[in-house]
């Protein structure tokens, strides 16, 4: 498309790619009028790309239910372009020549898009994760945070940036981290290198290390996205999936990357708001072992089933058959009318209909009376011939990791999902009407809940339950269970989506129109412009 833009469309199942006449600054940064074509760019088709895997894996991460959802979508994609730039050797060394192996300075690692930047008339790249280029003296400064950014800057891409930047900051601690034996060497032990170019052989050791540590954070920040909650998501909660996800997997943390990670985040005022302390063993989701025999034995019996649904994928390399056998998992008969397979969405409604526990740990809705909160019924008849609550399950997968002593994590993992039809009165009162797109008051929206399971499947144990409740949680262990739906998540998402963007305090309205019912139907598009 002949456009400054580039973006992933889920409607076209598409990347796109634009191409401009270029307008720079200054006509020693650019040619101008020259063609700039993006699909040129590394970055930005690493960028669009990740856009597209992670729509794929968490659908709900379009929806802005605040101000963190379109941000990380940016930061994410910003993030693995980034760290790819460590995989190129010569650009990597020449880069850590050209720093004397001082990865916080300005160097083009830590730049994106570089030649659009140019193009479209900035004095440097589209973004930088280290610092800026001053419009007035054009020189380039670190960016030192404040803590305040996080509270204050609503646009996805600056708020994006939040996150882009605490992760780099991680990754140059750990650097450091790694090289201080070589700089002793290098120094006599003062830790001041002399002056001139470095020697090839340090080059190349400190190229080594920095490589290593990039893969490590990168590995991390994806691995994260397992221990996600699939709707709502934060930045406090992803810092929670990464601590999470890296305990889980390598026991003894000798080099500190979680405190790293933990310490860069502190520096920009991100906490999660559900944890009193901010260390280590605070920040990592509960364990979903905590519960009764009988709903153990249970998710048991739920596993056994998994265990067979990763059997029938785990050497399959067509991704037709496996998206076709995670269906047929998933829906059972409804998907497929030739198979005789039982469903996981059915056995979690057979298994744990009525059942409190259960909805305390997903915080999703499975008991008698669900239009009252606003739930959809499903359709389907099960046991004593009564309807089942309307809920998701998407990415039913396998995850099989090996850690650095060698210890091998197998697990599956799958998200439920659940809405109800939320109404807020002008007095501020909650009520509910049942998601009918053929009948939608005007001040009605959908607030989804959800949860992400994740199971070991050496022990058939629920391993981790990371859940963004529909229902109110505490109203579930009084003497007699309430089932209500969580105000305070109802009252943050309207006054996000409706009244905050009216002040001009949120992006919301740029985006996606004012009022919460409003939709296009290229929101990454509109994020990219």
């Known amino acids: 498309m002949r456009e400054a833009n580039a973006y992933y469309s889920p409607q076209k199942k598409a990347l796109l790619f634009g191409y401009f006449e270029s307008t720079p600054a200054t006509n020693t940064m650019h040619m101008p009028n020259s063609y ?5 760019s590394h970055d930005i088709v690493a960028h669009e790309t990740t856009h597209a895997i992670l729509d794929g894996i968490y659908p709900f991460y379009s929806n802005a239910s605040n101000p963190d959802v379109l941000a990380f979508h940016e930061a994410f994609a910003d993030i693995v372009a980034l760290f790819q730039h460590f995989t190129f050797p010569e650009v990597l060394k020449h880069q850590i020549a050209k720093t004397r192996g001082d990865l916080a300075a300005q160097n083009m690692l830590g730049q994106l898009a570089q030649e659009f930047g140019s193009a479209i008339g ?44 605490a992760v780099f900051e991680a990754f140059i601690i750990i650097y450091k981290s790694r090289i201080k034996d070589l700089l002793r060497l290098a120094t006599g032990g003062t830790g001041i290198l002399p002056q001139g170019e470095l020697h090839p052989d340090l080059v190349n050791r400190l190229s080594t290390e920095a490589s290593k540590a990039a893969a490590h954070v990168l590995n991390m920040c994806i691995r994260a996205l397992d221990y996600c909650p699939p709707v709502d998501l934060t930045f406090g909660c992803y810092l929670r999936a990464i601590i999470t996800a890296d305990t889980d997997l390598v026991a003894d943390d000798s080099r500190d990357y979680r405190l790293a990670f933990i310490e860069s985040f502190r520096r920009r005022g991100i906490y999660p708001k559900d944890v009193k302390t901010f260390s280590i063993e605070s920040l990592g989701f509960r364990s979903g072992n905590n519960v009764t ?43 497929n009318k030739r198979s005789k397979i039982l469903g996981l969405h059915s056995r979690l409604f057979l298994k744990f209909d009525n059942s409190i526990e259960f909805e305390q740990l997903t915080g999703l809705m499975f008991s008698q009376g669900w239009s009252n909160i606003g739930i959809k019924n499903s359709g389907k008849k099960f046991k004593d011939d009564t309807l089942g609550p309307s809920f998701q399950i998407q990415n039913l997968r396998t995850v099989s990791r090996v850690g650095p002593d060698g210890n091998q994590v197998n697990q599956i993992v799958f998200s439920m999902i659940q809405r109800s039809g939320v109404i807020v009165e002008d007095d501020g009162t909650v009520n509910h009407y049942v998601p009918d797109e053929t009948d939608r008051p005007d001040n009605q929206f ?5 949860c992400t399971m994740i199971f070991d499947l050496d022990t058939l144990e629920l391993k981790h339950v990371i859940s963004k409740p529909l229902l109110d949680i505490a109203s579930l262990g009084t003497p007699v269970p309430v089932h209500q739906i969580d105000k305070v998540r109802v009252m943050e998402q309207y006054l996000y989506q409706n009244e905050d963007a009216l002040m001009h305090l949120s992006e919301y309205s740029l985006y996606f129109g004012n009022g919460i019912s409003n939709n296009f139907n290229e929101p990454f598009s509109f994020l990219h412009h």
């Open 122 to 165: 900035k004095y440097g790249s589209l973004r930088d994760a280290l610092g800026k280029v001053d419009p007035e003296t054009k020189v380039w400064a670190p960016i030192e945070p404040t803590g305040k950014e996080y509270g204050n800057v609503m646009e996805p891409h600056e708020r994006g940036g939040i996150l882009v930047s």
């Open 36 to 40: 700039v074509f993006t699909c040129l």
């Open 446 to 450: 959908d607030l989804y809940g959800g």
């Open 293 to 335: 025999d009988n709903t153990r034995n249970l998710f048991r019996v739920l596993v056994k089933f998994l265990r067979e649904f990763r059997s029938e994928v785990i050497y399959e390399t067509d991704r037709k058959k496996i998206y076709d056998i995670s269906k047929e998992y998933i829906a059972g008969s409804d998907y």
